[in-house]
């Protein structure tokens, strides 16, 4: 369970046990924001999502919606099976600079989030999706967003058969 508001929860609410397998890229319309230190890094109304099942969703920033002096590329990559290489990014503020916080994946099946870049949510001081921040997926490896529009068990909380 993540520490979110139940009073809020949206009756149209989605499971990620619905979401398909492999993964989909979607376009989306909510207000996105990343901020770090209080300064906001990013934001967009005209950002991406994928999903897939037992994750929550992970939102994607298109370039020009991000400071330019907030994102510079780190060394190394990851790799996803469904979203192949990725090239991972520093975060920075004015005062901050978080290592490895950031990726985008730019030899990707998915076309709509090929000049995109999505944050890690422990990253930035926050992450919100219309102006509601974001709980962090427990572990740390992957990249969703956890907010009261979604529901789990998701793959790596304590007690889940997805671990």
């Not at 890229?25 to 991406?48: K, S, W």
Request: negative net charge.
């Amino acid at each position: 369970m993540h520490p979110l508001d139940l009073d809020s929860i949206p009756s149209e609410q989605e499971t990620v046990s619905g979401f398909p397998r492999p993964s989909i890229a979607q376009p989306i319309h909510n207000y996105l924001r990343a901020v770090l230190v209080e300064q906001t890094i990013a934001q967009t109304r005209r950002g991406a999502r994928t999903i897939e099942t037992s994750h929550p969703p992970t939102y994607y920033f298109p370039f020009q919606d991000i400071a330019l002096d907030a994102r510079r590329p780190a060394t190394g990559f990851s790799f996803c099976a469904w979203k192949g290489s990725a090239i991972c990014y520093d975060a920075i503020s004015e005062d901050l600079c978080r290592t490895r916080e950031a990726w985008s994946c730019p030899t990707l099946p998915f076309e709509i989030i090929r000049d995109h870049i999505a944050f890690y949510t422990a990253a930035p001081n926050a992450c919100l999706v219309d102006d509601e921040a974001v709980v962090p997926r427990p572990g740390g490896l992957y990249g969703g967003w956890i907010t009261v529009a979604v529901s789990g068990p998701f793959k790596g909380d304590l007690g889940s058969r997805f671990r």
